[in-house]
């Protein structure tokens, strides 16, 4: 059973800070989604990691994905109120990118 | 393209009554997930359709819970007899293998229904 585990799962920190969030997973996978939840709100897709070494940058995040140690890093640069969110990964073990399973969450908050 | 619809917003219903939870997915689309998350367990694959046939209900908790796609611009989760533990966000997420660049799969997700169960 893939298993998807993230840490921290809460995260404070000011703003104008850096800071790191990673996903680890138990099954070899070349297929890693970021997303992003607002409180009440849907998720909405940030990046798709396709294979080993990908990297994806969108202003302050920055994702990476390592198939062989089975560890993707979210990593935020300079982090501002805005980026407030909670971020979910998720692994898929199929070639289609059709059977997610999701970390259980980050709850970032940027403090001003 | 509006996204991912989905009805109602909001349902409050009492133990042992039919829930119904609809959604439309993006035009083009041709596939469709249902998802539930609860702060206990997250958020959780309940099935999901591949050119309105079901691929994968694993997820599907047990027999109270049935979903249907009778065509490519329409799905239902039905909760029939619903109780309090169901009480949950269902979302509902389509995609297209070539959204994003080939390959991708990015799976785009609806505004999802709150359920409660009295």
């Known amino acids: 059973e893939l298993k998807v585990e993230q840490n921290p799962l809460f995260l404070s920190m000011q703003e104008g800070k850096n800071y790191t969030i990673y996903c680890n997973y138990s099954?070899?996978?070349?297929?890693l989604y970021w997303y992003r939840q607002d409180p009440g709100k849907s998720l909405e897709s940030l990046f798709v990691l396709l294979s080993n070494g990908a990297v994806k940058q969108e202003g302050r995040l920055m994702a990476s994905l390592d198939t062989k140690a089975r560890l993707s890093t979210l990593h935020i640069t300079a982090a501002v109120h805005d980026l407030s969110a909670t971020y979910f990964c998720a692994v898929d073990l199929t070639a289609s990118g059709s059977r997610l399973t999701f970390g259980e969450g980050t709850q970032l908050t940027v403090n001003p | 393209d509006a996204g991912v619809i989905q009805s109602p917003r909001h349902e409050v219903t009492e133990m042992g009554q039919e829930v119904t939870l609809r959604c439309k997915p993006i035009?083009?689309?041709?596939?469709l997930f249902w998802y539930r998350q609860t702060m206990m367990r997250g958020l959780e694959l309940l099935i999901y359709f591949n050119n309105n046939v079901p691929i994968d209900d694993s997820g599907m908790p047990e027999d109270r819970f049935s979903a249907k796609m009778p065509n490519a611009s329409f799905s239902t989760l039905k909760i029939q007899p619903s109780e309090p533990r169901d009480s949950a966000v269902y979302f509902c997420a389509s995609s297209w293998p070539g959204q994003g660049g080939l390959g991708k799969n990015i799976q785009y997700f609806g505004a999802g229904t709150r359920l409660s169960v009295l």
């Open positions: 099954t070899t996978s070349d297929r």
């Open positions: 035009s083009g689309h041709d596939y």
